[in-house]
């Protein structure tokens, strides 16, 4: 995830926060990391949004 200027100001509680509301609302665990700004290619944002790792 790429947080934005008007995120939370702490990382790990966005994290937090994300990965808790997609266990309450999808039912499932992901392993939600940040990025720095501009660190992902915007076609990948159109693309392929989940990763299985196995």
Do not use: Y
Not at 2 to 25: M, Y
Not at 32 to 44: K, M, N, S, Y
């Amino acid at each position: 995830m790429e947080p934005t200027d008007s995120a939370s100001a702490d990382p790990q509680q966005l994290v937090h926060d994300v990965s808790h509301a997609i266990k309450d609302r999808l039912n499932f665990n992901a392993e939600v990391i940040t990025v720095a700004p501009g660190a992902l290619p915007r076609f990948e944002l159109k693309g392929r949004r989940f990763f299985k790792i196995d």
